[in-house]
């Protein structure tokens, strides 16, 4: 078949030909919006799950939505070797770029006050950052945003954030990626700025993506943040979503899948998005004519399965050290052990030890490590888990 015509992309955080599985979520965020646009209280949202779910792509979807709705709209990527005040700037700087507001002198004291939080350093005596320039020409603000505590300065630019988007009768949405990387102090700061903002009513929500173990975090912060934030998991796709997420792109190039091929598209993808896109673009390019068989399906599997060893678990694996990755290897014989086809649920790190021939605590540098490059993660004590679906499965085939 036509490459050129290859409707299907597998990338990272790419948006699929066809967003299918995810009608729950978007309609529920446009409930979001227009409650806090008619002034009704609304929680932020926070969405967590594996990689190669699609939190991105969802993630993105739900702020093209905002856009739709005219409101302000600001995204960055937690890290966790960066501080949350510069790259939030921007994102912030953004949103009221995008928010438009005719009187200049209000939106000219909220950019202040954005120069203000992102140049001000945290400690016992507080000062300005070296130059940094976000593309703000207006001076710091003086006595807002800027006394070096992260948490009271971020619950003083949401403020003037919401109270500048309530007066111009529209809302500002701030996304936050990897939300599971941010440090403590900042998580705390934001779980408290998100609070005020709820107490407030004011029509700024956040919305953040990360990895299945990001609930535990922010209630580790403040446990209010149960009931702070509106929790959705995404997972696989179902059968009829992944059929159609396949399907629907082929049909708008004249191309269809016989269903024993959809069949084995969803045996070998298990319905995880980034799967489905790297094996439909496999399968279309190797595919003679349509439809597009089960046969033709089995000839492509190897290229997809190329394409994800290299681009999604090979990527992560360079990253790790020779110690990690023995740890890596324990952890997926674990599974095995459990039975754990996908990879995807908790191992003891006792279990992991015992196959590697140590004790726990010896081990106990390698698995923080795999925790800070989101390799693995913890949702409860003594247990762990691999971020990416059919890791395990992957190492164990690289012997």
């Known amino acids: 078949m036509d490459p050129i015509r290859n409707p299907y992309a597998p990338g990272a955080g790419q948006r699929p ?33 594996l990689r190669g779910v699609g939190k991105t792509v969802l993630l993105n979807a739900l702020r093209s939505a905002a856009v739709r709705k005219h409101w302000g709209t600001g995204k960055l990527e937690a890290r966790p070797d960066q501080a949350l005040r510069r790259p939030l700037s921007s994102a912030v700087h953004q949103a009221v770029r995008e928010l438009g507001h005719p009187a200049q002198e209000q939106v000219d004291h909220v950019l202040g006050v954005i ?108 446990s209010y943040s149960e009931r702070l934030f509106s929790y959705q998991r995404i997972d696989r796709l179902s059968r009829d979503a992944a059929d159609r997420a396949l399907a629907a792109p082929a049909a708008e190039e004249d191309a269809s899948f016989s269903p024993d091929a959809l069949a084995a598209l969803y045996v070998a993808t298990g319905g995880y998005p980034y799967f489905i896109q790297a094996y439909g673009k496999a399968v279309w390019d190797r595919a003679p004519r349509s439809p597009i068989t089960a046969d033709d399906v089995a000839v492509a599997s190897p290229e997809g399965e190329a394409e994800l060893a290299v681009g999604f678990f090979g990527s992560r694996f360079e990253r790790a050290t020779p110690g990690e990755r023995d740890y890596l290897r324990a952890m997926a014989d674990a599974a095995l052990a459990a039975e754990d086809a996908d990879d995807i ?14 004790k726990p605590q010896s081990l106990s540098p390698a698995r923080d490590a795999l925790l800070k490059k989101g390799l ?9 888990a691999f971020t990416v679906p059919h890791f395990g499965r992957y190492l164990r085939e690289q012997g």
């Open 345 to 358: 649920g908790s191992v003891p790190t006792a279990s992991v030890a015992a196959l590697l021939g140590k």
């Open 17 to 49: 030909p066809e967003l299918a599985g995810r009608d729950e979520q978007l309609g529920a965020f446009d409930v979001v919006l227009e409650r806090i646009a008619r002034g009704r209280p609304e929680r932020s949202l926070v969405l967590t799950g």
């Open 115 to 222: 120069r203000a939080f992102a140049q001000r350093e945290a400690g016992p005596a507080p000062k300005l950052r070296e130059a940094w320039n976000p593309g703000i020409s207006v001076p710091a603000a003086r006595g807002r945003a800027d006394s070096g505590d992260i948490e009271i300065d971020l619950v003083e630019l949401f403020t003037d954030l919401g109270g500048l988007a309530a007066e111009v009768g529209k809302g500002i949405a701030i996304f936050i990626d990897e939300m599971q990387d941010l440090g403590p102090d900042d998580v705390s700061a934001l779980c408290a700025a998100c609070h005020e903002i709820s107490q407030s009513g004011l029509p700024l929500v956040v919305v953040g993506a990360g990895l299945p173990h990001l609930p535990a975090v922010l209630s580790a912060s403040k």
């Open 376 to 384: 693995i993660y913890s949702g409860e004590r003594g247990r762990i």
